[in-house]
DNA sequence: CACCAGGCAAGTA
DNA sequence: TACTTGCATGGT
């Protein structure tokens, strides 16, 4: 259960952080192929580096579901080299493919078509596609109303007191839904403005002057994520 | 030089 | 169940 003053902090969090950095468009792709590819490969890397593989897969036109599917996992690798952990990612990559594939003859249209609850516990078990990457391709590929929580999200709502330093990803997930409309655009630019946030604000492990959440309620220390 | 970046899975106790 | 470790590049 969410208390009603979780709730209204939730609520107020977002109301300054649009006040303050207003409207992101997220994600930053031209497709929902390349949304998925990017969530895969921003897993625990930052987003410069995987602009570069982006680019990479753009230039040998390898963005596409087909594409990507016919090249082996060795010259996959080699193309993302820059976002790091290319062996690993690659393989993902290639898993999540598999399924695109089997499962709705390579399709997007059709994978998004599926009931969202079902699609996001049949995603979940594909190999190296956790919480936080299935959910962000529901949101920013599919555009499922689906809160996405990442490590900024917890810092911030952690340094405001809203949730416990070891609070499960669902849990944070839920405090999102259950204070605020179930509304795509709105998770999604709420998701948008975290990361924002994170990046640019609060890296510091105290309060960070000049940051849009600065005298909101009670912030405490708290240490970086790991 | 050390530390970090829009995670996840597999191994260990 | 609860930690720990491997995965790897590129920027600060």
């Not at 969410?2 to 649009?18: F, G, M, P």
């Not at 409309?181 to 609060?202: I, P, Q, R, S, W």
């Amino acid at each position: 259960m969410t208390s009603n003053r979780h709730k209204e902090a939730v609520r107020k969090i977002y109301e300054r952080l649009y006040q303050a950095i207003g409207p992101l468009r997220w994600w930053p792709a031209d497709s929902p192929f390349e949304v998925i590819i990017g969530a895969i490969l921003t897993q625990n890397t930052s987003w410069t580096n995987v602009e570069k593989a982006i680019r990479v897969l753009k230039e040998k036109n390898l963005l596409h579901p087909r594409r990507l599917y016919a090249i082996p996992e060795e010259a996959l690798a080699q193309a993302i080299r820059s976002s790091g952990f290319f062996n690993l990612k690659a393989k993902r990559i290639k898993s999540f493919l598999g399924f695109l594939f089997q499962q709705y003859q390579g399709s997007l249209d059709r994978m998004f078509s599926e009931d969202t609850e079902t699609l996001r516990g049949k995603m979940l078990t594909i190999n190296g596609m956790g919480p936080e990457t299935v959910d962000s391709i529901l949101l920013y590929a599919g555009g499922k109303p689906v809160f996405v929580v990442d490590a900024y999200t917890r810092r911030i709502l952690s340094r405001h007191g809203l949730i416990s330093e070891k609070a499960g990803y669902e849990e944070i997930q839920q405090l999102f839904m259950d204070s605020l409309e179930k509304d795509a655009g709105l998770f999604n630019e709420y998701h948008a403005l975290l990361v924002h946030t994170g990046k640019h604000h609060c890296k510091k492990r105290y309060n960070c002057p000049r940051c849009p959440l600065e005298g909101l309620g009670r912030r405490r220390r708290v240490a970086m994520a790991r």
